[in-house]
C-alpha cells in the first residue's frame, strides 16, 4: 500500500522568496513519484516527476525537487516565488513495479499563496 | 492539439437519480483513469482502462458505481442512486502507455463538478 503525506495545507511566501513544499510518502516498492500543480477551474498539470536516475529532477516554472530515499521525501522547491505560482500543489505516488501504469495516489494537497 | 474533455463540467442531481459522466481521452491514447476529488482533498483512485479492458476497480467505493469504455475510446462513469456523499470533482485522466518500462504520463481532464442535493 503507498501513501503521501504533503505537511501544511497551507503554506504562504512572499514574492521573491524560497518555495518549500513537503511531501512524505510511503510505498513498499520503488516508487515513481510526481509533483502536480492545480489552477482554479482546469484541471491537474504535471509540474515535474522521478522515475530513474539522477534525484534532482526540474520541471516547468522553475520548480525543482529532490528525491531522498533516506528520508522517503521528495520536497518541491523554487528559488524565487512569482505570483503567477499561486496554485493547490499535489504530491503523488505510483507504484514503480506496476510500471506507473496504475492509478496515482495523491497526498491531501497544499494551498501555496503569495504575498506582494 | 486537443486534452481531455469531460462532460458536462457541472452537474447537479437529486438524491436517488442517476447520473453519467463523460470522459473523451486524447486522441490514441490507451489507457484512461478516473479519480474523485473530494472538498479540500486529492484526488482518489477509481478505476483505470488499457484499450476497452477494465484492468483495475478497486478503487470504487461500492456497487452503485461502475465504468465502461465499449470502444477503447471515450469512457463513462455512472452513479446509480446518487447520495449526498457523492458530491465531488470527478477527473478523468489519459495516457499514452508506450511499450517498454518508460512512465507515460497521465493528462486530466478540467473534471466534472457533481452536486447531489
Known amino acids: 500500500a503507498q501513501s503521501v503525506t504533503q505537511l501544511g495545507s497551507h503554506v504562504s511566501v512572499s514574492e521573491g522568496a524560497l518555495v518549500l513544499l513537503r511531501c512524505n510518502y510511503s510505498?513498499?516498492?520503488?516508487?515513481?513519484l510526481f509533483w502536480y500543480v492545480q489552477y482554479p477551474n482546469q484541471g491537474l498539470q504535471l509540474l515535474l516527476k522521478?522515475?530513474?536516475?539522477?534525484?534532482l529532477v526540474k520541471g516547468i516554472n522553475g520548480f525543482e525537487a529532490e528525491f531522498k530515499k533516506s528520508e522517503t521525501s521528495f520536497h518541491l522547491t523554487k528559488p524565487s516565488a512569482h505570483m503567477s505560482d499561486a496554485a493547490e500543489y499535489f504530491c503523488?505516488?505510483?507504484?514503480?513495479?506496476?510500471?506507473?501504469?496504475?492509478?496515482?495516489?495523491f497526498g491531501k494537497g497544499t494551498h501555496l499563496i503569495i504575498q506582494p | 492539439g486537443a486534452g481531455v474533455s469531460q462532460s458536462p463540467r457541472y452537474k447537479v442531481t437529486k438524491r436517488g437519480q442517476d447520473v453519467a459522466l463523460r470522459c473523451d481521452p486524447i486522441?490514441?491514447?490507451?489507457?484512461l483513469y478516473w479519480y474523485r476529488q473530494a472538498l479540500g482533498q486529492g484526488p482518489e483512485f477509481l478505476t483505470y482502462?488499457?484499450?476497452?479492458?477494465?484492468?483495475?476497480k478497486s478503487g470504487l467505493p461500492n456497487d452503485r458505481f461502475s465504468a465502461e469504455r465499449p470502444e477503447g475510446s471515450i469512457s463513462t462513469l455512472t452513479i446509480q442512486r446518487t447520495e449526498q456523499r457523492d458530491s465531488a470533482m470527478y477527473r478523468c485522466?489519459?495516457?499514452?502507455?508506450?511499450?517498454?518500462?518508460?512512465?507515460?504520463?497521465?493528462?486530466f481532464g478540467p473534471g466534472t463538478r457533481l452536486t447531489v442535493l
Open positions: 485522466a489519459s495516457s499514452p502507455r508506450t511499450s517498454g518500462r518508460t512512465y507515460n504520463e497521465q493528462f
Open positions: 486522441s490514441g491514447h490507451v489507457s
Open positions: 522521478y522515475t530513474t536516475g539522477a534525484t
Open positions: 503523488a505516488v505510483s507504484d514503480k513495479a506496476g510500471g506507473g501504469a496504475d492509478g496515482l495516489t
Open positions: 510505498s513498499s516498492v520503488p516508487p515513481y
Open positions: 482502462f488499457n484499450y476497452e479492458a477494465q484492468q483495475d
